[in-house]
């Protein structure tokens, strides 16, 4: 990212006439909080065909979208997400444009990694998708001991409220949840292709890892590997050390007190953001929450470097 802050003050109206020079310097400060910061947030939504009694599709999906709104993220990876559930998404939250295809035919077939991005802050320059195999071109395609074809969903953005910024790579994605090797191989995987898709820019990444933090696509991911650096940090940890197990779990189940077992949802950065804040989303009704897994979410901006 550019180390020019950019800022918009069109968030307040500021008249240091009236206001006087001490309000009008808080009042800059508070508008470059507002337009700088970025809301990240990474969703499992469950797939709507799933036979969920109480918890189907249709008796969650108003609950969903009100907690997305929410957070009001600026960038939001969803998993699981089939395509009249994505078509509901965007119905509900017109102000996102979105990117997501079919895992199993690279159209309307299967889950998709959907993400979306605000479209008032960010511009989409380029973007794709490529399936978690040593064959990642190939449309549905099956990697290592994957029980199913698994993929990732890439846009790269440019942000309207600042010209000199570096663009924005955002990348989501859905690891297998039966194949140990797949979800290994499928971390490395992503790390390559981050390098190779980020070329000058910042990075978030999103996603449904199916693993916890001692595990080798953690490791694998986040850790620096044979004296280079990773790609990407663990926003969360970042700001919540040392782990605490027995309330960082992401998988709910639908329960809002299943709180326990490993975070299995990240959000990963590239060093070129600062992280406000980092969260697992509880938000419930009657013990139930809107999706078998909680959001997470992240509020970043562009850090500054030391002097």
Request: proline share 5%.
């Amino acid at each position: 990212m550019s180390t020019q802050k950019c800022v918009r003050l069109s968030v307040l109206h500021i008249s240091a006439v009236t206001l006087g020079f001490l309000i009008y310097s808080s009042s800059i400060a508070f508008a470059e909080q507002e337009s700088d910061d970025i809301h990240v947030m990474s969703f499992n939504i469950r797939y709507g065909t799933a036979n969920d009694g109480n918890n189907h599709w249709d008796r969650r999906k108003e609950f969903l979208v009100e907690t997305i709104q929410a957070f009001s993220p600026d960038l939001l990876g969803t998993q699981e997400t089939l395509g009249f559930q994505a078509d509901y998404l965007s119905e509900k939250l017109p102000e996102y444009g979105w990117l997501g295809v079919g895992r199993t035919d690279g159209g309307s077939d299967g889950e998709m990694t959907a993400l979306f991005y605000r479209k008032s802050r960010f511009e989409k320059i380029d973007g794709g998708h490529f399936w978690l195999s040593d064959t990642p071109e190939k449309v549905g395609s099956v990697g290592w001991d994957s029980a199913l074809p698994r993929m990732a969903t890439w846009v790269r953005l440019r942000d309207r409220s600042c010209a000199a910024a570096k663009p924005i790579l955002f990348m989501n994605t859905h690891f297998d949840h039966v194949g140990a090797a797949a979800r290994l191989e499928s971390a490395k995987l992503m790390r390559e292709k981050i390098d190779h898709l980020k070329a000058d820019g910042a990075v978030v990444v999103t996603g449904d890892f199916n693993a916890g933090e001692d595990s080798p696509p953690y490791q694998a991911l986040f850790a620096d590997v044979s004296g280079r650096s990773s790609p990407v940090i663990d926003s969360y940890r970042l700001v919540n050390p040392p782990p605490h197990p027995e309330k960082e779990g992401t998988f709910s189940g639908f329960l809002s007190n299943a709180i326990t077992g490993p975070r299995i949802d990240w959000i990963g950065l590239s060093r070129d953001w600062t992280v406000n804040e980092a969260s697992i989303d509880r938000t419930e009704r009657d013990g139930r929450t809107p999706s078998d897994h909680f959001p997470v979410t992240a509020v970043i901006r562009e850090a500054v470097p030391a002097k």
